[in-house]
């Protein structure tokens, strides 16, 4: 499933499975939200 969901996102922070690794994603109607390990800060993507 998570491999499937970061093909369909097609961005170039998710496009190699390093920079997939560590990450959290969180999503809902209105956005995408991605936490990455070690980071105190949210990616938050709006549809």
């Known amino acids: ?3 499937k969901l ?3 996102i097609r961005h170039n922070k998710f496009n190699t499975a ?3 690794m560590g990450s959290v994603v969180k999503i ?3 956005s995408l939200s991605v936490w990455h390990l ?6 938050r993507f709006n549809c």
Do not use: P
Not at 38 to 43: A, F, G, L
């Open 38 to 43: 070690h980071s105190e800060k949210q990616i």
């Open 6 to 8: 970061f093909a369909d």
């Open 1 to 3: 499933m998570s491999q």
């Open 28 to 30: 809902s109607h209105t």
């Open 18 to 20: 390093a920079k997939r």
